[in-house]
């Protein structure tokens, strides 16, 4: 297998808020529906069941009138430090696991978004579409933080 850093989307962000808050903008479905997708996408959740094997089925609604089911499972889910999501794809064609980090930084918190894919080739084909919409993601997942009451 390819190393790791070859197939790999990898981002991060301060945002302005503890890591509680950010957890919570990602493990409460309302707040999530609100950010989670590049700009112009809305969201249909169908299932999410936060919990390490738990599975998320969500539609992602993009701009060009389409809709794109999406599966998941969560793997992994620290609180409020960390969580790994699976993207599972029926035909093979777009798998990769997200794991999204938190730590803290003063008040504030370095968010570590990280997409590792099954291949540097597929990770090069989806690279153009990818790491602006991650970009995206997070600054979505800024904007939505001010809307979360300290938990």
Request: aromatic share 10%.
């Amino acid at each position: 297998m390819e190393p790791a850093a070859a197939r790999e989307c990898d981002h991060s962000r301060v945002i302005d808020a503890p890591p509680a808050r950010v957890f919570k903008a990602i493990a409460d479905p309302t707040h999530l529906t609100r950010w989670f997708g590049p700009d112009g996408f809305t969201s249909t959740f169908h299932e999410f069941d936060f919990r390490p094997g738990g599975l998320w089925r969500v539609d992602l609604h993009g701009p060009d009138g389409k809709t794109y089911p999406n599966e998941y499972v969560f793997l992994d889910i620290v609180e409020p430090k960390r969580v790994v999501i699976e993207h599972l794809s029926k035909d093979g064609s777009h798998h990769f696991i997200l794991t999204i980090t938190l730590a803290p930084d003063g008040a504030r918190t370095r968010v570590a978004w990280k997409q590792v894919f099954d291949t540097a080739d597929h990770r090069d084909q989806v690279a153009p579409f990818v790491l602006p919409a991650n970009e995206q993601n997070l600054d979505r997942l800024q904007a939505e933080v001010r809307n979360v009451h300290a938990p």
